[in-house]
């Protein structure tokens, strides 16, 4: 791991984007009202405080899914 995701304490406010950071050749995404971070590997999908997911959040999503539910 080239580092640790920054996570911040989201107030309902979330508005994710793509940023120019990656990390394990994964596009980071950060949240630009808390300043959370995520890459796709991360078995949650982060949702702006609308509700919508950002088309390249879902996109990153759909490229490299995740388990509904684990095993244990
Ligand atoms: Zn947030």
Known sequence: MARELASGDCRGECNWTG???QIDDLQVFACGACGSEWIPT???TPRNA??????GVAAAR????VAPSSPW
């Open 50 to 55: 609308d509700g919508e997911i950002d088309p």
């Open 62 to 65: 759909a490229a490299h899914p």
């Open 19 to 21: 940023t120019n950071d």
């Open 42 to 44: 991360e078995s949650w």
